[in-house]
């Protein structure tokens, strides 16, 4: 009796490994068939590109959105004519290094610009002084006198 029951064990259990044998074959074999490496040549690029460009006569900045293929600004600076203007990069700026915000990547060169730089802090200097004397009030002579 103890032999039928294992008989009928070993009948149900051969064919239950034989398909849990060939199961794992057929995954093993079909992971190794369809997974294969790809090779291949690619741009990684960033999300902003910003532009600076020299041109006679001006300076273009163009802020150039990747994602969206737009262009989320452009600044153009005319020089005046008979003025001598130029850009000058600094060195220690170059291609692949990280600017941040308010880091100083050139300087806009011109003597219009510089006169009316000086123009404006002479203003400034105006607008102070006068402020200040508006701030003392009237002096003691004449408040006296009146």
């Known amino acids: 009796m103890n032999r039928k ?3 009928r064990i ?6 239950v490994a034989l398909f849990a044998f060939m ?3 057929f995954f093993i074999v079909g992971i190794s068939m369809f ?3 790809v090779n291949s040549y690619g741009k990684i690029l960033s999300s902003k590109d910003w532009i600076i460009l020299r041109s006679s006569g001006l300076i273009e ?6 994602l969206n293929g737009t262009k989320s600004s452009c600044y153009i600076t ?3 004519r008979g003025d001598a203007g130029k850009f000058l990069l600094l060195p220690s700026v170059s291609t692949g290094k990280t600017i941040k915000t308010s880091d100083t990547i050139g300087i806009v060169c011109s003597k219009n610009l510089e006169q009316k730089i000086s123009n404006l802090k002479g203003q ?11 701030q003392t009030g ?3 002579s004449v408040v006296v006198e009146a």
Do not use: M
């Open 10 to 15: 070993f009948k149900k259990f051969v064919p």
């Open 138 to 140: 009237e002096k003691e």
């Open 23 to 25: 199961l794992l074959v």
């Open 124 to 134: 400034i200097e105006i607008a102070k002084s006068e402020l200040k004397v508006n």
């Open 61 to 66: 900045n163009i802020l150039v959105d990747n």
């Open 78 to 80: 005319v020089f005046e």
């Open 5 to 7: 029951i294992n008989k």
């Open 35 to 37: 997974t294969k490496s």
